[in-house]
């Protein structure tokens, strides 16, 4: 169990940076500097990310930002990527209409 | 953006049916069972929707159906991804701002 | 609603899952394919170039022709392909939910292969949302699936062979490609794809990145810069370019939400984000398996024997074959994808910086930082030798697996070994009859004719774009750099079926530019 405030501690504070406004997730729009700002408030996995700032939960379900987004936090936290959990898969895996998602085939 | 006619190792690209559709009430040619964003392409049209918070232009960007960037208003339905979305006559291609039609409330 | 009952789901119908297929169908196993996209092939049929390695990995065949076999193979065996069916989830108890035709269907198989493959990684600068912005993939669907031009104007970042090898498919489709860029310091491709472009013209800018994306509704223009190696913007070092694309190839991952949906066992791995499998593709989960991209980024071509050796296990598992009949099989597949495992590009050599050959010859450095051989260096390499008369010159630089060349020559010419990744030797003894088969057969078009006379040389190149040059048309000799050496004149045009597609264009120049010129360019003035 990580200690929360012993690593934003460490981390330091948020300190703006140049790019802050580039997106990362491009399908919610949430740029770099919100996610900067949520790890350093100590969300530090992709989980909680999600969840405060819906990145990663728009059409492409983190298709293109997931990697982007461990790396940003594995920056931030001075850890390596692959310390960095991927998100948690759930069906659909595809962008799909609620009505087609309810609708089960009935057989031939 | 041009079409590829002769090509060195596909060799001559046949031309499909061409159908008629409608991007923004503009009336535009395609190739039938084309991707909708193939004849856009054709056509000079990269922008494909404008985004709800930023309102910034987005286009094709994987054209396989996995990034959704390309989703534009198809026959009423928004969202519809156009880079694997068959060309047919008489769609009505619309662009999407934000999830709906230019003006309308979201 | 109904459970529908298989015997076998394969998901993804691509090089691993169709050879899969394939493989258990002609057991006798009732195969069902889905796949989400609307031609079955997976990357296959965007793969217009010759594929590297030796006959049993299907070298020097074009990839979408590969993609052919494959799924006629699978059609005749019965191997059920069903496409635009999305596969929404993988649940326990080899349950599945199928999207088709507007429907859930729930499936439930008794054996299932994950072959998903892999999405393409992404990097952000200012401007990489703007339309014009554009993934190599998505660059290679418009222009060999769907016949369109991504742009006319096109920046390359990443020297991956992805990127090398689109940027050829660039140039191929009719597009400029203005140049190539990448924050690492050296080329990550095979060297020879980097050479196909670089002698055309177009410079490599290592250690370099996008800083923004320009344009309003859509690009039209970019600018890098050079990174320090701690991949920060060096100040001073912009770099503008008038483009209407920037087709972005840096690197991919395998797609595996559907697998670590169902509980399988992942790992973290340079390969990437992946099922802990055995290498027969099972998982932690009895009956479910991985194979292709999805279970570690590799070629196509070692999908498809990883797909193979998939549906062999299958068999086992489902009791068409025994465990000894397995393993036989196992051994005998496992070999030849060791054999693509070789080389200086290995999987387990990512990341190693290689300083010499298998055979100890020094590596061209010009070559990781440039895209091009330099002209002090070509001649250490064992393909590249200079006497009178005709005899092919070979550029090839870097241990990859790949033997095409040494069997496409009947005269013994060449000679690669038993060893697959050792560099090609050129034999000054023998003799060179101008039959243009080693030429056409490399898949990295590192193969020159080299006809020394008194007074000219005669340079027989690889060609594979259009309009083809015409006999008696004049023009400039490029360098391995793209620039121009000398005045060069058109003296044959060769094409052949045998060839496939790659053109042997001649062209005579000056006795001195034979070990320099490599390249043509149409004068500007002839029409």
């Not at chain 1, 692959?82 to 609708?103: G, K, Q």
């Not at chain 3, 796949?35 to 217009?48: M, S, T, V, Y």
């Not at chain 3, 939910?97 to 992404?122: R, W, Y």
């Not at chain 3, 050792?422 to 034999?427: A, I, N, Q």
């Amino acid at each position: 169990m990580i200690d929360i405030n012993a690593k934003l501690k460490e981390i330091g504070p948020y300190i703006p940076e140049e790019d802050d406004d580039l997106l990362v997730c491009r399908c919610e729009e949430v740029t770099k500097g919100e996610i900067r700002k949520a790890i350093h408030s100590g969300l530090f996995t992709i989980e909680e990310l999600r969840r405060f700032l819906r990145c990663g939960m728009g059409l492409c379900q983190g298709q293109t930002c997931g990697l982007l987004t461990r790396r940003l936090i594995a920056k931030e936290l001075g850890t390596s990527v692959h310390e960095i959990d991927v998100a948690t898969s759930r069906a659909p895996m595809r962008p799909v209409l609620m009505d087609e998602a309810s609708r089960d085939h009935k057989g031939e | 953006m041009e079409r590829i006619k002769e090509h060195p190792i596909l060799g001559t690209c046949e031309p499909g049916k061409i159908v008629h559709f409608t991007c923004d009430g503009k009336t535009l040619e395609g190739y039938e069972g084309e991707p909708i964003a193939s004849a856009l392409r054709v056509n000079g049209i990269m922008v494909h929707r404008y985004t709800s918070k930023r309102h910034e232009p987005r286009g094709v960007f994987c054209a396989i159906g996995r990034c959704t960037d390309c989703v534009m208003i198809v026959d009423g339905v928004p969202n519809v991804r156009t880079c694997i979305t068959p060309l047919k006559e008489g769609m009505k291609v619309e662009t999407q701002y934000g999830v709906s039609r230019k003006g309308d409330v979201k | 609603m109904s459970m529908e009952y298989k015997e076998m789901v394969v998901i993804g119908a691509g090089p691993a899952g169709l050879s899969a297929a394939i493989e258990a169908a002609s057991k006798g196993i009732k195969v069902t394919v889905y796949d989400e996209n609307a031609r079955p092939g997976g990357q296959l049929f965007k793969q217009i170039h010759k594929f590297f390695g030796s006959k049993e990995h299907k070298a020097k065949i074009r990839g979408f022709k590969i993609g052919e076999e494959l799924l006629n193979e699978a059609t005749k065996l019965g191997v059920d392909v069903v496409l635009n069916a999305t596969v929404m989830g993988l649940f326990a108890q080899k349950e599945l939910t199928v999207l088709i035709n507007n429907e859930v269907h729930h499936v439930k198989a008794d054996a299932i292969l994950v072959a998903t493959g892999a999405s393409e990684n992404m990097v952000n600068f200012r401007g990489w949302t703007l339309p014009g912005v554009i993934g190599a993939g998505a660059a290679q669907t418009m222009m060999n699936l769907h016949h369109i031009k991504p742009g006319n104007k096109i920046l390359m970042v990443g020297t991956g062979n992805v990127g090398l090898v689109v940027s050829f498919q660039l140039l191929q489709a009719g597009c400029e490609v203005v140049a190539l860029v990448d924050a690492a310091p050296a080329i990550g491709g095979y060297g020879v794809h980097a050479s196909k472009l670089a002698r055309t013209g177009i410079p490599f800018y290592l250690s370099h990145t996008v800083k923004v994306a320009e344009g309003e509704d859509h690009v039209t223009g970019v600018t890098i810069a050079e990174v320090d190696s701690h991949f920060k913007f060096i100040p001073g070092t912009e770099k503008h370019f008038d483009v209407d694309t920037i087709c972005v190839a840096v690197g991919l991952s395998p797609m595996t939400q559907l697998l670590k949906m169902d509980g399988v066992k992942m790992e973290d791995t340079r390969g990437g984000y992946v099922p802990a499998c055995k290498k027969d593709g099972s998982t932690s989960i009895p009956g479910v398996f991985a194979a292709g991209d999805v279970a570690g980024i590799e070629e196509a071509s070692s999908a498809m024997i990883e797909g193979r050796m998939a549906g062999a296990a299958i068999c086992e598992y489902l009791g068409y074959e025994d465990h000894e009949e397995k393993e036989s099989r196992e051994e005998t597949l496992f070999g030849s994808l060791e054999n693509l495992r070789e080389g200086m590009f290995a999987p387990k050599n990512r990341g190693k910086k290689i300083e010499k050959t298998e055979e100890g010859i020094d590596i061209s450095q010009n070559l990781l930082r440039h895209g091009f051989i330099g002209d002090d260096e070509v001649e250490r390499f064992p393909g590249v030798i200079s006497k009178k008369g005709i005899h092919p010159v070979i550029e090839c630089s870097q241990n990859i697996p790949c033997n095409p060349c040494q069997s496409a020559c009947h005269k013994g010419c060449i000679a690669i070994g038993d060893h697959m990744t050792s560099l090609p030797v050129v034999d000054p003894e023998s003799e060179c009859i101008n039959c243009g088969m080693c030429v056409a057969s490399c898949p990295g078009q590192a193969i020159f004719l080299v006809d020394e006379e008194e007074d000219h040389t005669l340079i027989t190149m690889p060609y594979e774009f259009y309009p083809l040059p015409v006999v008696g048309e004049k023009g400039m000799a490029l360098g391995r750099d793209g620039h121009e050496v000398c005045e060069a004149e058109i003296t044959n045009v060769r094409t052949s079926k045998a060839y496939d597609h790659t053109a042997l264009v001649t062209m005579k120049v000056p006795a001195k530019y034979a070990m320099t010129a490599r390249f043509y360019k149409k004068g500007e003035d002839v029409l």
